[in-house]
């Protein structure tokens, strides 16, 4: 089979990679004129409040989060909605196992970047397991087997290298992130190997469907988590933000923890 059809020309690959990567880096400094700081003569408080918040683009970031909250209701909660009511929890699960699945080269990739060998091997046994013996991953035989699912990504990755998660930022449809986290989001989607792969061959529509089968499941997964933090919160932007740092310090804690036991025994 042609080589040509598993990658780009390097140049090509190179490029896109290269827009890909610092975009989000270049909108936040353009951005940072829309920056609103508390006034001159804020107190001690709100300046420590407003620096714990890390939301300079405020302004902006609740105006896409407006964007998105109508987008969620008019379309993607209905859908999701929809999605759980018709199809069984044994067909959503299904799907579910499917889409994680084949995220395992990505998780397999960040694994070895992390300079996590041990959870590579998982990741890989996994893949394997599930592949070959679940139905190309329909059916998780591999946590059944004892070999439990971790995830990983690029921002992960980069948060272990060091890099600072920046501003926070509310992103077209994807919601809740920063620039290290979509930078890492952007960098997985062009370097996945089945979006290259069918984004190669001419079917670059499968590339969109699993965004959008993946993006599905996860909705239908927080309908119930969503809707009572909403309802409990006096302000729902400032808990999804609390709530999103939060839980991406938490893995990166988790992440760190992992490297230092396995440090601690070699």
């Not at 926070?168 to 994807?174: D, E, G, H, N, Q």
């Amino acid at each position: 089979m042609p080589a040509s059809i598993f990658c780009r020309p390097v140049s090509n690959i190179l490029r896109t990679l290269r827009v890909a990567l610092i975009a989000p880096v270049v909108t936040v400094l353009m951005l940072g004129g829309c920056a609103t700081p508390p006034p001159a003569d804020a107190d001690a408080d709100e300046i420590s409040e407003w620096k714990a918040n890390n939301d300079p683009l405020e302004p902006m970031n609740r105006a896409m989060f407006a964007v998105n909250q109508a987008v969620d209701k008019a379309v993607i909660k209905p859908v999701a909605q929809g999605y759980q009511t018709v199809v069984p929890v044994f067909g959503r699960q299904r799907v579910h196992d499917f889409i994680t699945n084949l995220r395992s080269p990505v998780i397999l990739a960040n694994d070895l970047m992390q300079g996590e060998p041990d959870l590579a091997a998982q990741t890989f046994s996994r893949f394997f397991m599930n592949t070959g013996f679940g139905i190309a991953g329909l059916f998780d035989v591999a946590t059944e087997g004892g070999i439990p699912f971790h995830d990983q990504d690029f921002g992960l990755t980069l948060a272990r290298w060091g890099v600072g998660e920046g501003p926070y930022l509310v992103l077209p449809l994807l919601g809740p992130s920063n620039p290290r986290d979509a930078t890492g989001i952007v960098a997985e989607w062009v370097s996945d190997p089945f979006n290259i792969y069918m984004d190669n061959t001419g079917r670059e529509w499968l590339v969109w469907t699993r965004a959008g089968v993946a993006g599905l499941d996860k909705r239908q997964g927080l309908l119930d988590s969503l809707d009572d933090v909403e309802r409990n919160s006096v302000d729902y932007y400032a808990a999804l933000r609390t709530l999103y740092r939060q839980q991406r310090a938490q893995k990166l804690n988790n992440a760190k923890a992992k490297g230092q036991a396995r440090t601690a025994k070699l």
